[in-house]
């Protein structure tokens, strides 16, 4: 005949199968569970620490360009995903800007809004508040410009200004001071053209010379 186990036998054999499931239970990682670096509110938080500004949509269109612009830079030193980047900048939108969002967000089907990118949500924020016809007239305006009766310092103000509209064609040095040139009363042009300039600061230096002596 077998033996039977001994009450004693039997309680060993319990307490090792007990060891058994909790060495096993350490070894696997708990499912659907974040670590923290994952949650919403460490995500935001994070962001948050390099003071980004809000947006209200009121201070113009080159502002929008320059909000936007702000946010990338501090995306590019988080590494943060596109759904991470929408995250962060939906809570930078404030009064009008954050209602006109959440109703463009309910219209929506599912399938679009679960695919919408970083690149999807720039070009929706610049169509609204900085449209497309209206770059068009203000880098018109700046092709168009000339300094006619200007004094030198409103000039170069407004050449800054209306470059910032059209950064394609002043986006080197010897481009942005061609077309500074191109701008310049027609009286100093033979001046302008014998020199070698290179770049736009030098440009503005021999121009200063130039109304000095």
């Given at each position: 005949m077998a033996r039977q186990p001994t009450q004693a036998a039997m309680f060993k054999d319990l307490l090792r199968a007990v060891q058994d499931l909790g060495r096993q239970l350490t070894q696997v990682p708990p499912q659907n569970v974040q670590t923290n670096s994952n949650t919403t509110s460490f995500v935001v938080e994070q962001f948050r620490r390099y003071k980004p500004p809000t947006f209200n949509g009121m201070a113009g269109p080159l502002a929008t360009e320059e909000w936007i612009r702000s946010l990338e830079r501090t995306f590019k030193h988080l590494s943060y995903t596109d759904a991470q980047k929408l995250l962060c900048a939906e809570f930078m939108l404030v009064d009008a800007t954050g209602h006109w969002w959440e109703s463009a967000s309910r219209t929506r089907i599912e399938t679009q809004q679960s695919n919408l990118t970083w690149a999807c949500f720039k070009e929706d924020v610049m169509e609204k508040y900085f449209p497309q016809a209206l770059r068009d007239r203000k880098e018109t305006k700046f092709?168009?410009?000339?300094?006619?009766?200007?004094?030198?310092?409103?000039?170069?103000?407004?050449?800054?200004?209306?470059s910032r509209y059209a950064t394609h064609l002043v986006d080197t040095e010897q481009k942005k001071a061609r077309r500074f040139e191109l701008g310049r009363r027609s009286e100093i042009g033979g001046i302008m053209a014998s020199h070698e300039f290179i770049t736009y600061s030098q440009v503005l230096q021999r121009v200063m010379q130039f109304q000095i002596d």
């Open positions: 092709l168009q410009l000339k300094q006619g009766k200007m004094a030198l310092i409103d000039y170069e103000k407004k050449f800054e200004q209306l």
